[in-house]
T-cell receptor, first 113, second 114 residues
Framework: EAQVTQNPRYLITVTGKKLTVTCSQN?????MSWYRQDPGLGLRQIYY???????DKGDVPEGYKVSRKEKRNFPLILESPSPNQTSLYFC????????????FGPGTRLTVL | GENVEQHPSTLSVQEGDSAVIKCTYS??????FPWYKQELGKGPQLIID?????GEKKDQRIAVTLNKTAKHFSLHITETQPEDSAVYFC?????????????FGAGTRLAVHP
């Protein structure tokens, strides 16, 4: 089944404790991105990647890192999480670019205490 | 930069009625406008999109219209069913903050009552 998977789905952590949210797609898509969803703000792009080893900042990159060592994986890293990073996070992939159909993962609900 | 406003934020209709959600955008160069449906506990899913070279697109009970002059686009759902209940997001592809990106509206929570 073609899909985007994220892990974990739920995470409660404390300020400053490094964490990684994994994202994997099995559709051989070139383009991958991370969004955060907050009430009243819709989805905002954090980082995106147009291909392996090519990543770039989105709208709200502060406090986040990403890597794209393989085409299928695009982990999101929070080196020192803070309470304002409490949010619902989505990974998405599309065949070539952001104007292709984007396929979203199921989401990761992160709470930083 | 691009800004997308979406209205209403909540919409309640009776089963069988039509529902209309409207979005406005600011960047006249935007040329791609997708609509996403997000069910509870799931990620958004593309339901329909339109590009600037057409004014309307239809897929069964769902249609999207685009008015480039007025810079607004709308989602129309006819003969609504309870399974249409979800949060709907519009988006516009535009240039903002130094690069091209999809800007999302804040979302509309649609409730369809049997």
């Amino acid at each position: 089944e073609a899909q985007v998977t994220q892990n974990p789905r739920y995470l409660i952590t404390v300020t400053g404790k490094k964490l990684t949210v994994t994202c994997s797609q099995n559709m051989n898509h070139e383009y991958m991105s991370w969004y955060r969803q907050d009430p009243g703000l819709g989805l905002r792009q954090i980082y995106y990647s147009m291909n392996v080893e090519v990543t770039d900042k989105g709208d709200v990159p502060e406090g986040y890192k990403v890597s794209r060592k393989e085409k299928r994986n695009f982990p999101l890293i929070l080196e020192s999480p803070s309470p304002n990073q409490t949010s619902l996070y989505f990974c998405a992939s599309s065949p070539l670019s952001i104007t292709d159909t984007q396929y979203f993962g199921p989401g990761t609900r992160l709470t930083v205490l | 930069g691009e800004n997308v406003e979406q209205h209403p934020s909540t919409l309640s209709v009776q089963e069988g009625d039509s529902a209309v959600i409207k979005c406005t955008y600011s960047d006249s160069a935007s040329n791609y406008f997708p609509w996403y449906k997000q069910e509870l506990g799931k990620g958004p899913q593309l339901i329909i999109d339109i590009r600037s070279n057409v004014g309307e697109k239809k897929d069964q009970r769902i249609a999207v219209t685009l008015n480039k002059t007025a810079k607004h686009f709308s989602l129309h759902i006819t003969e609504t069913q309870p399974e249409d209940s979800a949060v709907y997001f519009c988006a516009a592809w535009g240039f903002s903050g130094g690069y091209n990106k999809l800007i999302f509206g804040a979302g509309t929570r649609l409730a369809v009552h049997p």
